[in-house]
């Protein structure tokens, strides 16, 4: 009877693995997945091209749990990985990542920053040997398959150079595919959001990673109507000591009619476009 149950057991993970595996296979569309990896920001894009694209790391190492659940099994690969900007909880996860994953390119500011876990990831950046390639305004990287990667900030290079407010040095990138358009922000603040709109910059989207967590620094109405995206999506921990998202950004996403998926409500908060 034992060896039955065993069997039947086997059988049916076997199924549920299969189901998981077959969810995972090439669709044709873009795929974006923002990761529950509580405080902190970690996106993970599959293009129409099965390339994928590691948009920073969360805070700590349970990235790695969330892509074992979101790449098919056995591989690891990461075509593109993507450090928004240095602070910790979009860069600590990453260095695992690097330790544990082949990487094709690392796109990065390069500003110099001496803190520990940035130092421990571009330690790591070297040991895997992927192509480093500095955030360029005047460059886009083309991703395969009509999808590209449209640089809008920092507007000039900023490797090498220290800089006083890490958050203002995100990388601001859109992916573009077919008429589809995602913004992704990183941690920016009015000030930069202003000098996008002041430049002429074309920021409108369909799907907004909301800046910095949803905090009351970021998503100035000006910026918010410049993007006019179907959904905005924040990346956000449970019961965070920073309030984040704050109620009175909330309120101004749905005064505008923007609706909002968070991460501390459904976890894993996902959009294809088609």
Known sequence: MKFWVTV?????ASFLLLIHEWGLLPTGNLR????????????????????QVLVDGGPDSS?????????????????????????ADHVTGLVEVLRRYAVGKVLMTGVARDTAVYNAFLDAVRENGAQVIIADANHDLDLGAGA????????????????????????????????????????????VE?????????LQADVLKVPHHGSTTSSSEAFLLAVDPDVALISVGRGNHYGHPRPEILARYAALG????????EGKVEVVLE
């Open 32 to 51: 974006v997945a923002m990761l529950d990896v509580g405080q902190g920001d970690a996106i993970l894009i599959t293009t129409p091209g099965s390339q």
């Open 148 to 191: 590209l990667l449209d640089i809008l900030s920092p507007r000039e290079s900023l490797f090498g150079r220290e800089v006083k407010e890490p958050n203002n040095a995100s990388i601001v990138a859109k992916l573009t595919w077919k008429d589809h358009e995602v913004l992704l922000t990183g941690d920016i603040e009015e000030k």
């Open 258 to 265: 923007i609706p909002v998926r968070r991460t501390d409500e």
């Open 194 to 202: 202003e000098a996008l709109i002041k430049d002429g910059t074309d």
């Open 8 to 12: 039947y057991g086997l059988l049916a």
């Open 63 to 87: 990235v790695l749990e969330r892509l074992g659940k979101e790449m098919p099994f056995g591989d690891r690969r990461i075509e593109l990985l993507i450090l928004s900007h240095t602070d």
